[in-house]
């Protein structure tokens, strides 16, 4: 392939000026109106570099053909790749799996053996992340006007990282887009200026960081457009932590003096230089509006002019819209963009829409897309699942399973139908399982749209934890031996997370009994606590991480009921069309109907009493 205009080559990014809306919007056209070419474009290009890599020549031998490639290089889990990521991670060459250098490892939400899975990066995939950023701009413009008369209240954090053995940076995705340069000298965009300097969005320190943009946006109130953070869990933890510390907050405004405690030196300057002087009317403003009895529509009241909130509501994350509608007072819920460490995918090119009608149209030039397609499963009521918690009426959707079956193309996924996405990305994954059930809702001129139906084989999610129900069964098993010591059976259990507080929280529902009787035994607080600690220190590293250091998910609550209980749940999941001779006791429940039989019937309840262990590896 020869290397002529940009905009012709996937691999390479059309340049463009992200004030400039209308060259945005054509942008986005050419590239959905020419999803055949494009794709078999990037297909070229990624296999073109990386066809000598050690991963790639073992199977191609050379041959670049789409249908070889296809019959010979098989699709993957993470577990498949992980050796080759570990030997890079050890000091091995990037030219294992990439014919660019792999300048980092970007850490998922995901985990292996207990710890983050870590996927490759390179210099290149960064200018990726910064085109793709801008394309969100001109599909905003073109439904809300105004958006260069203000600013965005978006309250935006780095997290921990380590050092690999070769030296290369392991931390999440959002982590090294805030610490790149693409960011921290990103070109001047009107559309997109931040009430948070860059100073407070970098500072490690999650409370100061918390305390010193939260600061910001209320000195500059009346300036904000726009409020939000990534996901829904964490702009409701900013409203918790507003709830918390609005008083200090208030003496800050008031004296034009940051509180003693925010001691990193990059924040104090720059919050120094927006606070500037004592604003004591803005305190008062303030205090009024945080001292009353209900924070119904707080963020209305604190920032008038807000348009919308910009938080991710689907999948997991859709399980807090009804808070963030009390909070906002029915502001729009904006879902902009679908994306993963392992790739950026796509964008949701009607964002006023409700949270159960979002959509995402993949953008062909991001990496090399294919699907499996899946189909309904509905053997037991342990099969489903509530329609993304955000439905008008107690509806039921089904789980769904992966057929073994060929892959489809990009554009031959049909309406209606669900897949399971796979991709091959300039990074050095190749026909790798993403693990997202998606279904396709319709056409962006040739484009397909898709709708986030879950995370294969999650159960459980309150922020960035991605808990499995194989997870969940190893931490419950070793915290029953506990009490199986003392002559108490564990009968039955089911989970769900429990998001009516800030943080959210996972519960456990035990059915237990005595051994040799059927009776409640009495039950000693302590060992049900260390029940409960056990459970959350057998989670892997991502859960205790949100837990002990990010405290965005609360101590663990195990609620014991009473004889029965499992049966009446099993009565219900039959009325609800589940077959009584094929039933399983699903152990993630989220359905409204169903928490109510169980929270019906509740005897007492246990939390854990202690953070889980957590280090930094």
């Known amino acids: 392939m020869t290397r002529g205009n ?9 340049n463009y000026d992200p004030n400039d809306n209308e060259a945005g919007m054509k942008i986005l056209e050419d590239l959905t109106e020419n999803v055949e070419q494009i794709q078999q474009r990037v297909f070229e290009e990624i296999i073109t570099r990386n066809a000598r890599t050690d991963y790639l020549k073992g199977f191609l031998d050379g041959q670049f053909d789409k249908q070889v490639f296809k019959k010979t290089v098989p699709v993957v889990n993470y577990e498949d790749i992980k050796p080759y990521i570990e030997r890079i991670a050890n000091g091995d060459s990037s030219n294992i799996i990439s014919a660019e250098p792999i300048i980092e490892l970007l850490t998922s939400s995901g985990t292996s053996g207990g710890q983050p899975k870590m996927m490759p990066s ?15 701009v001109p599909v905003m413009n073109k439904y809300v006007d105004g958006l260069d008369e203000g600013k965005a209240m978006y309250l935006l954090f780095v997290k921990p990282e380590t050092k690999t053995p070769s030296g290369l940076m392991a931390r999440p995705v959002l982590t090294s887009y805030y610490k790149s340069n693409n960011f921290q000298n990103r070109p001047f965009n009107r559309f997109n200026v931040f009430t948070s300097p860059d100073e407070t969005i970098l500072c490690s320190d999650s409370k100061q960081s918390m305390y010193c943009q939260l600061l910001c946006g209320l000195v500059q109130r ?57 604003k004591p009317e803005l305190a008062d403003l303030i205090e009024h509006e ?67 009608d979002v959509s995402y149209t993949l953008i062909p ?35 769904t399973e992966k057929e073994d079956v060929e892959t489809v193309e990009l554009v031959d996924v049909k309406l209606g ?71 108490i059976l564990l009968i039955e259990y089911t989970s769900y997370a429990d998001t009516s507080s800030i943080p959210g929280h996972y519960v456990l529902f035990w059915e237990l009994t005595s051994k040799g009787n059927n009776h409640l035994p009495v039950l000693d607080p ?30 663990l609550e195990i609620r014991v009921v009473q004889h029965g209980t499992f049966d009446a749940l099993m009565d219900f999941c039959v009325s609800q069309g589940s077959s009584v001779n094929q039933y399983k006791t699903p152990r993630c429940i989220k359905s409204g109907e169903a928490i109510n039989i169980l929270d019906s019937r509740v005897v007492t309840r246990f939390f854990s009493q202690k953070a889980p262990f957590w280090e930094l590896v």
């Open 6 to 14: 940009p905009c012709q080559l996937p691999g390479m990014l059309p």
């Open 365 to 399: 030039n991001m990496a090399y897309f294919e699907f499996l397609p899946v189909k309904e499963k509905n053997e037991d009521g342990a099969q489903y699942v509530q329609c993304n918690g955000v439905c008008k009426e107690n509806c039921m959707e089904k789980e």
């Open 122 to 136: 390179t210099a290149e995939d960064l200018h990726r992340k910064t085109f793709f950023y801008n394309l969100l």
């Open 222 to 278: 009346q300036e904000v457009l726009r409020v939000g953070a990534v996901f829904a869990s964490a702009f409701l933890r900013a409203i918790k932590f507003l709830e918390d510390n609005w008083k200090e907050l208030c003496s800050n405004i008031r004296t034009g003096h940051v509180s003693d405690w925010i001691t990193d030196p990059g924040c104090r300057k720059v919050v120094s230089l927006v606070l500037n002087k004592p």
């Open 526 to 555: 302590k060992i049900m606590e260390q029940c409960c600690s056990t459970v959350e220190e057998s989670l892997d590293s991502v859960y205790r991480r949100c837990r002990r250091k990010d405290n965005s998910i609360g101590p």
């Open 290 to 356: 945080c001292s009353s009895k209900s924070w119904e529509r707080i963020i209305k009241k604190l920032w008038p002019r807000t348009k919308y909130i910009e938080v991710i509501v689907t999948g997991s994350m859709a399980q807090y819209v009804s808070t963030l509608e009390y909070y906002s007072g029915g502001l729009p819920l904006v879902s902009t963009m679908y994306a993963s460490s392992e790739c950026y995918f796509g964008i949701n090119f009607k964002p006023l829409s409700k949270p159960w």
């Open 417 to 487: 139908q669900y897949y399971e996405l796979v991709v091959t990305t300039f990074t050095g994954l190749y026909r790798y399982r993403v693990g997202d059930i998606l279904m396709v809702t319709g056409f962006h001129n040739k484009a397909p749209q898709f709708r986030f139906v879950h995370r294969r084989n999650v159960v459980l999610s309150i922020d960035t934890d991605k808990t499995s129900e194989e997870d969940l069964l190893k931490a419950v098993t070793k915290a029953k031996v506990i009490v199986e010591s003392l002559g």
